[in-house]
Nanobody, 119 residues
Framework: QVQLVESGGGLVQPGGSLRLSCAAS????????MGWYRQAPGKERELVAG???????NYADSVKGRFTISRDNAKVTVYLQMNSLKAEDTAAYFC?????????????WGQGTQVTVSS
């Protein structure tokens, strides 16, 4: 079993920055995908950013140019640097990772960390 522990959320003013971190509870060899999702009240969970084992990344259109995802494979940790934050970025942010082993997909979620952008 793998637990994902998130940190870095909080309250920030519009235009400010936050850095989210998500670390796995144990070493995992070759994680195929690590990503961040968010869910605002009354809305569906959406993919914010994802990064593959080869370093390829993708972003939601709403965060392109403002957010940067990165990962440390040795630490099995994924980061999300969020700059120029807007009120509409307010949501619970969840990290996610998955990998294939022996023909089966293993997927794990963090417990969520709240990001609130408000003056």
């Amino acid at each position: 079993q793998v637990q994902l522990v998130e940190s870095g959320g909080g309250l920030v003013q519009p235009g400010g920055s936050l850095r989210l971190s998500c670390a796995a509870s144990r070493s995992i060899f070759s994680v195929d995908f690590m990503g961040w999702y968010r869910q605002a009240p009354g809305k569906e969970r959406e993919l914010v950013a994802g990064i593959t084992s080869s370093g390829g990344s993708n972003y939601a259109d709403s965060v392109k140019g403002r957010f940067t995802i990165s990962r440390d494979n040795a630490k099995v940790t994924v980061y999300l640097q969020m700059n120029s934050l807007k009120a509409e970025d307010t949501a619970a942010y969840f990290c996610n990772l998955w990998f294939w082993r022996g023909g089966s997909k293993y997927e794990y979620w963090g417990q969520g960390t709240q990001v609130t952008v408000s003056s």
